[in-house]
């Protein structure tokens, strides 16, 4: 009798699997990206800027005033100033006023944040050309599934007769899982316009991944 009310329960036993353990917040889906509301995030600008789409090439490297040609040393870096092919799909625009130039970008590229890069390209440089950057990595803001990484640019260019001229540029990128978002303001050291805020192209870049992501 005994063996038979054994037999029994483990045959109940088997008819109700255990539940499902539940999803870890790192195996959920990330949020969706709809590349065509990034034109949302222009009114996030201050009064005052010219705003117009951008052109051909969209990348930060493009943004701080390098040719096509440019290189990276260590050359590992380029995929910092470039996380894209030249021909990937790009949505964005640019504006200029008073505090300089803004650009915002969003490229489709499967490429990731490499920690390995990140470690190794705190100071690099960048040329093209008559122009050469000096790059600098700095802390990207905090986004919720998202790596993020901050880079200052200071870009010389040599022009007829020796004469130099100068820019600064500052860009937040994120790395979205399919999408590289970026930010970038340029400035010139020279300009008597009032600058943009010191934290304005960080949050800029944190709007922007929210407006993508249908905030």
């Known amino acids: 009798m005994f063996a038979s009310c054994l037999v029994l329960a483990l045959c109940a036993a088997c008819g109700h699997p255990p539940p ?17 509301y990034i034109s949302r995030a222009r009114t996030e600008l201050p009064a005052g800027y010219e705003v117009g789409d951008l052109a051909d090439r969209s990348s930060p490297a493009a943004f701080w005033g390098l040719g096509r040609e440019w290189t990276a040393d260590p050359a590992q870096c380029a995929v910092l100033g470039q996380p894209a092919a030249p021909d990937a799909p790009v949505r964005g625009w640019s504006a200029s006023g008073p505090g300089g130039i803004v ?22 440089t960048a040329s093209a050309g008559h122009t050469g950057a000096r790059v600098a990595l700095i802390d990207g803001p905090v986004i919720d599934d998202a790596a993020t990484v901050g880079m200052t640019s200071d870009a010389t260019t040599v022009v007829e007769g020796g004469t130099e001229t100068h820019s600064r540029a ?33 949050t800029l870049l944190v709007k922007t991944v929210a407006t993508l992501r249908g905030g």
């Open 20 to 36: 499902a353990a539940p999803q870890s917040a790192d195996s959920a889906a990330a949020p969706t990206v709809n590349a065509d």
């Open 103 to 124: 650009y915002a970008a969003v490229v489709e590229t499967t490429v990731e944040l490499d920690q390995a890069v990140t470690r190794e390209c705190g100071a690099w």
């Open 170 to 202: 500052e860009t937040f990128s994120a790395y979205l899982g399919g999408h590289v978002v970026s930010v970038t303001v340029v400035t010139d050291p020279g300009s008597t316009g009032p600058p943009l805020g010191p934290d304005f192209a960080a």
